[in-house]
T-cell receptor, first 112, second 113 residues
Framework: SQQGEEDPQALSIQEGENATMNCSYKTSINNLQWYRQNSGRGLVHLIL?????REKHSGRLRVTLDTSKKSSSLLITASRAADTASYFC????????????FGEGTQLTVNP | EPEVTQTPSHQVTQMGQEVILRCVPI?????FYWYRQILGQKVEFLVSFYNNEISEKSEIFDDQFSVERPDGSNFTLKIRSTKLEDSAMYFCASSEEVTLEAFFGQGTRLTVV
């Protein structure tokens, strides 16, 4: 297994529903970040949660972090078709310096 | 809103040729990065750069790779002798501080033929 694994790999929901994506990691972290990537495009930073935080909100996004389980979840409420994208978690390790270690990503499809 | 810009958006090159990928990070950022994403795979860290020197590099970043900040605005990644397996999307990123959010460019799709 590798650092930053997301599940599910793919998620298809209807507009208006909530989408939950999970991420697990292996080593101790400084922070965990979620990014979004539209097909063939760059990565857009969504939210950062530090290792001493348990929950964070930003608009329709809610992120939780459980360092005891080495896991995080991203909840998108009231999803829209425009939320269709790949979502990645990325960790900054306590000892890994500056690098972001990305997971495999969850492909979210929101159907109108 | 400030953004990271990368050029070119797509580059096709012959195997064995040298390529230079260019990036203009956000102006007040101090940390610069290169990542790559092979088609269908996860985003992988290549190198980070701070204070005009490499601060960290991955095992992928071997002797055929180099980075440079030739002036106050550009940040480049050079691949000296490209291989087929170098075909990927290359992303430049920058951040204000080392552990804060990174802002990514739109990427350069490198195709080695």
């Amino acid at each position: 297994s590798q650092q930053g694994e997301e599940d599910p790999q793919a998620l298809s929901i209807q507009e208006g529903e909530n989408a939950t994506m999970n991420c697990s990691y292996k080593t101790s972290i400084n922070n965990l970040q979620w990014y979004r990537q539209n097909s063939g495009r760059g990565l857009v930073h969504l939210i950062l949660i530090r290792s001493n935080e348990r929950e964070k909100h930003s608009g329709r996004l809610r992120v939780t972090l459980d360092t005891s389980k080495k896991s995080s979840s991203l909840l998108i409420t009231a999803s829209r078709a425009a939320d269709t994208a790949s979502y990645f978690c990325a960790t900054v390790g306590e000892t890994s310096g500056s690098r972001l270690t990305f997971g495999e990503g969850t492909q979210l499809t929101v159907n109108p | 809103e400030p953004e990271v810009t990368q050029t070119p958006s797509h580059q096709v090159t012959q195997m064995g040729q040298e390529v230079i990928l260019r990036c203009v990070p956000i102006s007040n950022h101090l940390y610069f990065y290169w990542y790559r994403q092979i088609l269908g795979q996860k985003v992988e860290f290549l190198v980070s750069f701070y204070n005009n020197e490499i601060s960290e590099k991955s095992e992928i970043f071997d002797d055929q790779f180099s980075v440079e900040r030739p002036d106050g605005s550009n940040f480049t990644l050079k691949i000296r002798s490209t291989k087929l397996e170098d075909s990927a999307m290359y992303f430049c990123a920058s951040s204000e501080e080392v552990t804060l959010e990174a802002f990514f460019g739109q990427g350069t799709r490198l195709t080695v033929v």
